[in-house]
């Protein structure tokens, strides 16, 4: 029945969805004039993004073909895709779009207009078994304005009277116009009186409907394909504050010749392109070197400069509504490091310099960095990872490493190193969450990280003139390192027993490990995992986390205690997959989709991540397996799609069609992955140059050649341990000035030692317990000097037992199988 209407049937429409996160490519102009992403998956457009690329405001954006009749034919589900980047190292993409049923062809080209806040398509219907007369073609538009499907106004409307389809939310509109005439064209409620509806059910535009609002709406409009010159049409989507300024846009994009805008875009991203190391058009450059700078590239605000986002996807999106609004469209200040770490690789040092510059303005006030956070700096998840706030340092010592910065440039960033390296000394080693975002406690990964940024500190410290700072961070690494086996090396566990080794590191212990003597002997809960299946003994669980102690300069490649852990790693997390070996994150791991394909919705099961090869690979490069790491890099290759984009995870089982999974393509998580690509470009480096590119020099000089040791043992409120090794110096942290009454003879004597002020928030005491023997034990109080008080309380330290005895210990202790479980990966 033919209705034409003012307003659309159905509101609100049904509960808004976004759409799949393996995309099979995403892209913008290069210049900060056009501020608009584009994203693509099934052979059609997906999320858009305007004004920043933290804010999508579209789902996608597909044709329909009908012949009016009793054939519906989808693009995205019906046909076969082919896509291909319009040239080398360029995200412009050119889409073949196949009908099963041999019935027609599309081909597009896609690109953003270099000028202005536009997305270009230029479009060709090819029929295969009939004439074009006899097809109909459809463009659906859903707008998701704002990162929010539901709230949506669309109308039918013009622009100096050029036809346009039109949608408004929070003040963005976008402008939906075209080159030939549109016949038709509607606004309805998703899942009611949308255009889809009304084509599946007759098969041609029945319902005309002027606007729809205030919902989940969906614009629909007819080519008049009679009109189209030579075959061919061009699409524009225009953004803009008002329906004016997007329909200005649209139509002036539309005005002006496609050709120009797509030569203009090619034109700029290839002469970027020329300006990158390993980068080149003899096409001797690494496989994918060209695209991953691009994808890098891509990524970046162009209204907050040096703002990274970690990928322009929402995982498993088809499954998520408004209420997940960041996706991965997200800062991670980890990802933005490695990113930067990537853009070096490549020396493009103006980016990379962006890079510290946003993240000197987003630093918090203590000297943290949120977890992850919108591009204006508003934190939106609140946890907190010292490795993020460890890394920044790095990347300045990288960048200066790669740049020679300036005696200027060094103070300019002294101030964000300063407040970094204090909140590490106030609130390390432990941290809140790891780098997968999970469990609290002494990761592997993170300890690394946060050792090498004190010693970078240390020196940068000593630059700018802060010779007793550079000591005391020197100091706080030393005992750090010289802890790590401590905290993190087990020995004598089922899983070392069961994989023939006598210890490895754990992927984390717990904060309340070291109330016993035992490490690894806590209970960790598994995020991600059904109640039940939710728990593990932390000694039972490993990560190649621990190969950081290799790649941040704490252990050598050859260290006995690293090649145990290999093994352990490889026995439990390594899939040999035909495509070449890549890891799980760890053994448990609930990140990923169900085992029978449905979608990770709070629990699932980990699937490997193709990263993991790469960081695999620069374990080789130290351990001088140049050849095994070259096999790694062509594995990591292996794992990207059609135009070089790299997974964050692949499918581990057997195909499940219905989902879009196959044995080791990408799995529902996001695609592309900038850290990924970052690993990808940074492990070109590393094997151009035959040592690990982001290796810091004062971790490899200190700890690898001289070997430097630590004599102190630190305490802190963050730090409660209740032994401590024999022959250290006892170091009390707080951070208020304190005296520190201690005694070693249950207050028969006692000493009072008051703290010096290191200068960045923490206050320290050394007590001379170095001499002490296997039976005393060590009793200490606070007096706090601007309260007036006494803590009135007794802290108590014992020192470790004689390895002989705990030795004899363990073997009449052994663990109790029935109660412990060897968790692998599915």
Known sequence: ????????????????????????????????????????????????????????????????VTDGKDFFSEEKSDATHHIKLIARGVPGYHITNSCKGHHYRIEKEIISDPFRDTVLQRIQFFPMNKKRKDFKLFMLLAPHIGNSGAGNTAWIGNYKGLPMLFAQRAGVSLALACSIPWKRSSAGFVGTSDGWQDLKQHKEMTWEFERAENGNVALTGEFDLQESNGNSFVVALGFGSTPEEAGQRARASILENYESARAQFIKEWEDWGKTLYLADKKNSSPKYFSISAAMLRVHESKRHPGGLIASLSIPWGFNKGDDDLGGYHLVWPRDMVQTAGGLLAAKAFKDARRVLNYLMVTQEADGHWSQNMWLDGEPYWKGVQMDQTALPILLVDLVNRETHLSEADI????????????????????????????????????????????????????????????????????????????????????????????????????????????????????????????????????????????????????????????????????????????????????????????????????????????????????????????????????????????????????????????????????????????????????????????????????????????????????????????????????????????????????????????????????????????????????????????????????????????????????????????????
């Open 1 to 64: 029945m033919y209705r034409k209407e003012k307003l659309a049937f159905g509101w609100p429409g049904i509960d808004a969805r976004w759409t799949t996160s393996a995309k099979s490519g995403v892209g913008t102009s290069f210049t900060s004039t056009s501020k608009v992403w584009y994203s693509i998956s099934h052979g059609i457009l997906n999320e858009i993004y305007y004004p920043q690329v933290d804010q999508a405001c579209t789902r996608d954006l597909s044709l329909i």
């Open 411 to 826: 103070k300019h960033f002294w101030p964000m190193i300063r407040k970094a390296a204090s909140y590490l000394a106030a609130n390390g080693p432990i941290t809140h969450q790891d780098r997968w975002e999970e469990n609290a406690g002494y990761s592997t990964f993170t300890i690394a990280v946060e050792i090498a940024a004190m010693l970078v500190a240390a020196e940068y410290a000593g630059l700018n003139n802060e010779p007793q700072l550079a000591t005391y961070l020197r100091e706080t690494a030393d005992s750090w390192n010289a802890s790590i086996e401590r905290w993190t090396y087990v020995t004598g566990s089922d899983l070392a027993n069961f994989v023939g080794v006598e210890g490895y590191y754990v992927r984390i212990s717990s904060n309340k490990t070291f109330e016993s003597d035992v490490p690894g002997s806590d209970i960790l809960t598994i995020s991600n995992r059904p109640k039940g299946e939710n728990t593990c003994p932390a000694n039972e669980m490993v990560s190649p986390d621990a190969l950081a102690l290799v790649r941040y300069g704490l252990r050598s490649a050859d260290d006995p205690r690293i090649l145990n852990t290999i093994k352990v790693i490889d026995a439990t997390l390594k899939l040999d997959h035909p495509s070449g070996p890549v890891w799980y994150r760890y053994n448990g791991d609930g990140y990923g989709e169900q085992d029978d394909g449905r979608p990770f919705n709070a629990t699932g099961i980990g699937r490997p991540w193709p990263l993991l090869t790469g960081e695999r690979a620069h374990y080789e490069v130290a351990a001088g397996n140049l050849s095994a790491a070259a096999e790694l890099l062509k594995t990591l290759e292996n794992y990207a799609n059609e135009t070089g984009l790299f997974p964050e995870q692949v499918w581990d089982s057997q195909d499940i069609p219905e989902y879009g999974l196959y044995l080791g393509k990408a799995s529902g998580g996001a695609m592309p992955l900038v850290w990924a690509h970052s690993e990808y470009m940074k492990l070109c480096r590393s094997l151009k140059a035959k040592r690990i590119f982001d290796m810091p020099s004062q971790t490899r000089e200190r700890y690898l050649v001289n070997k430097t040791g630590s004599d102190l043992f630190i305490w802190n409120f963050n730090n409660q341990f209740k032994y401590i090794p024999k022959g250290k110096i006892l170091r009390i942290q707080c951070l208020f000035p304190a005296t520190v009454r201690w005694t070693y003879d249950d207050w028969k004597t006692y000493h009072d030692v008051n703290t010096l002020d290191t200068g960045v928030g923490v206050h320290y005491a050394d007590l001379s317990t170095e001499k002490l023997d296997h039976n005393h034990k060590i009793i200490y109080t606070f007096y706090w000097q601007e309260a007036g008080n006494w803590e009135n309380k007794n802290y108590t330290l014992s020192i470790d037992k004689e390895p002989s005895q705990n030795r004899a210990e363990a073997q009449a202790s052994p663990p109790d199988r029935d109660k412990i479980k060897l968790f692998l990966p599915s």
